[in-house]
């Protein structure tokens, strides 16, 4: 494989568009507007697709993308990856603010922090899910992708340690697609009245 040619732009490094940045900013800043404008319908909205948006994600990559990768010859897995993980940089760990955030917030308007027990049991099981998720995201996910992606862009990449990398992005993005799952569980609950 050819090396990787180098990008000029101040924006780029090691192959991370920054510019990428805007969007993060633009999704952060209507999430911001909608908790401050104090709308039900547009911070329930904001919640709801990135909530979406996410599970997706941890679904689809976790038990669709990592199985089909692990199958690929090496140079294949790291032409997707080289291509991939910029992306995912940068949209999921915004997803993986907006979503919790927006909804701590629509917890806060609805009541929920008010309700009594045996109901706040299901508010407890959100919050140590989402935490769970918050933990596994920016402790073990937004580590990996960085030292996979940094690893493949190398000369000669140690096909081993980014095979070790991955597979462990790969079981962490599965169990949190299992945890996303529960958490639709207690949002149902939540919707149909706890």
């Keep these: 494989m050819a090396t990787i040619a180098p990008t000029t732009s101040r924006w780029v490094w090691e192959g991370l568009d920054f510019r990428n940045l805007f969007w993060v900013f633009l999704a952060l800043g209507v999430m911001v507007a909608a908790i401050i404008w104090g709308n039900d319908w547009a911070l329930r909205y904001v919640h709801v697709a990135s909530g979406i948006l996410l599970t997706g994600a941890d679904i689809l990559f976790?038990?669709?993308?990592?199985?089909?990768?692990?199958?690929?010859?090496?140079?294949?897995?790291?032409?997707?990856?080289?291509k991939m993980l910029p992306k995912?940089?940068?949209?999921?760990?915004?997803?993986?603010?907006?979503?919790?955030t927006s909804g701590w917030y629509l917890a806060v308007r609805m009541g929920y922090l008010d309700l009594g027990y045996p109901e706040f049991w299901w508010v407890i099981a959100a919050l140590v899910i989402a935490?769970?998720?918050?933990?596994?995201?920016?402790?073990?996910?937004?580590?990996?992708?960085?030292?996979?992606y940094l690893e493949l862009r190398k000369e000669n990449p140690d096909p081993e340690k980014v095979r070790r990398v991955m597979r462990t992005y790969f079981v962490t993005l599965a169990s949190q697609g299992i945890f996303q799952v529960l958490i639709i569980v207690i949002m149902v609950k939540f919707a149909v009245g706890v």
Excluded: C, D, H, K
């Excluded at 940068?90 to 919790?100: H, K, N, S």
């Excluded at 769970?132 to 030292?147: K, V």
């Design 88 to 100: 995912t940089l940068f949209i999921m760990q915004t997803l993986g603010i907006m979503a919790p």
């Design 131 to 148: 935490t769970i998720l918050a933990i596994q995201g920016l402790g073990l996910l937004l580590p990996a992708n960085l030292r996979a």
């Design 62 to 82: 976790g038990f669709v993308v990592g199985p089909v990768l692990r199958s690929l010859p090496f140079e294949a897995r790291r032409a997707y990856s080289l």
